[in-house]
């Protein structure tokens, strides 16, 4: 009886030894399927990055940042009050962009000085005056690149009076013109090695900006304003 029991026991043991192992080798299979299955995922979405990478580059447009310093030279159309010789003066400002191939757009803050001179008036006696003004200009212009660093930007312009005086006259700044007005604006930029750039416009005034009071028969002309502005710019990026 005691050897049977033996028997039982031996073969017992036998029997959780190859479960045991059959156990363990199915672990070790399963661990094999999950290796080769995690490198056959894993693969193709490596190799999708590039793919994204390169779709994202043709989709993203290129930021632009900078400064720009330039002269500005104005004249206001006039029969009869205004002078309409070109008056120089300076602008300054900040421009930002953003370009993709051959297209692009660009919005700019720009102060800029002007000054104008009236006409005197022998008839009257009335001497000449300067009006000087500090404009605040805001293109908003499109881009498109004619040839390889020359860009062509055209567009609106919203300009507003931020300070004014007058010499040889009473009469305040506004007493003459209007503060606020819209100008087309059409130009040349080219973008220089050293992430420099340059450029000239010319700017038309489409508002009528004289604010000669009614009773006066000047009141009835139409004046406008025109510049030509050279500046140079820099590109922080």
Same mark, same amino acid.
């Given at each position: 009886?005691?050897?049977?029991?033996?028997?039982?026991?031996?073969?017992?043991?036998l029997f959780v030894a190859y479960i045991c192992k059959k156990r363990t080798?199915? &672990?070790?299979?399963?661990?094999?399927?999950?290796?080769?299955?995690?490198?056959?995922?894993?693969?193709?979405?490596?190799?999708?990055?590039?793919?994204?990478? &390169?779709?994202?580059?043709?989709?993203?447009?290129?930021?632009?940042?900078?400064?720009?310093?330039?002269?500005?030279?104005?004249?206001?159309?006039?029969?009869?009050?205004?002078?309409?010789?070109?008056?120089?003066?300076?602008?300054?400002?900040?421009?930002?962009?953003?370009?993709?191939?051959?297209?692009?757009?660009?919005?700019?803050?720009?102060?800029?000085?002007?000054?104008?001179?009236? &006409?005197?008036?022998?008839?009257?006696?009335?001497?000449?005056?300067?009006?000087?003004?500090?404009?605040?200009?805001?293109?908003?212009?499109?881009?498109?690149?004619?040839?390889?660093?020359?860009?062509?930007?055209?567009?609106?312009?919203?300009?507003?009076?931020?300070?004014?005086?007058?010499?040889?006259?009473?009469?305040?700044?506004?007493?003459?013109?209007?503060?606020?007005?819209?100008?087309?604006?059409?130009?040349?930029?080219?973008?220089?090695?050293?992430?420099?750039?340059?450029?000239?416009?010319?700017?038309?005034?489409?508002?009528?900006?004289?604010?000669?009071?009614?009773?006066?028969?000047?009141?009835?002309?139409?004046?406008?304003?025109?510049?030509?502005?050279?500046?140079?710019?820099?590109?922080?990026?």
């Amino acid at each position: 009886m005691q050897a049977k029991n033996s028997d039982n026991y031996k073969w017992g043991m036998l029997f959780v030894a190859y479960i045991c192992k059959k156990r363990t080798h199915m &672990k070790r299979s399963y661990l094999l399927i999950a290796l080769v299955s995690g490198l056959f995922i894993s693969r193709p979405a490596q190799a999708q990055i590039p793919v994204v990478s &390169k779709v994202a580059d043709k989709i993203t447009p290129e930021f632009t940042i900078g400064i720009k310093l330039g002269a500005n030279f104005q004249t206001v159309t006039s029969k009869t009050t205004l002078d309409d010789a070109y008056n120089a003066g300076i602008m300054g400002g900040l421009f930002i962009g953003l370009t993709k191939g051959k297209w692009g757009v660009q919005v700019e803050g720009i102060a800029r000085s002007a000054k104008i001179t009236t &006409k005197a008036d022998p008839n009257t006696g009335t001497a000449s005056a300067t009006l000087n003004a500090l404009n605040l200009d805001v293109p908003v212009l499109l881009e498109y690149k004619v040839i390889p660093r020359v860009w062509l930007q055209v567009g609106p312009q919203f300009t507003s009076v931020i300070s004014s005086s007058t010499t040889g006259t009473p009469y305040k700044y506004n007493y003459f013109l209007k503060t606020s007005e819209f100008q087309a604006l059409a130009g040349l930029q080219v973008i220089l090695p050293g992430r420099f750039t340059a450029g000239a416009r010319y700017v038309l005034g489409l508002t009528d900006v004289n604010n000669l009071p009614t009773t006066l028969s000047a009141a009835n002309e139409k004046w406008n304003n025109h510049s030509i502005q050279l500046y140079a710019g820099f590109r922080f990026m």
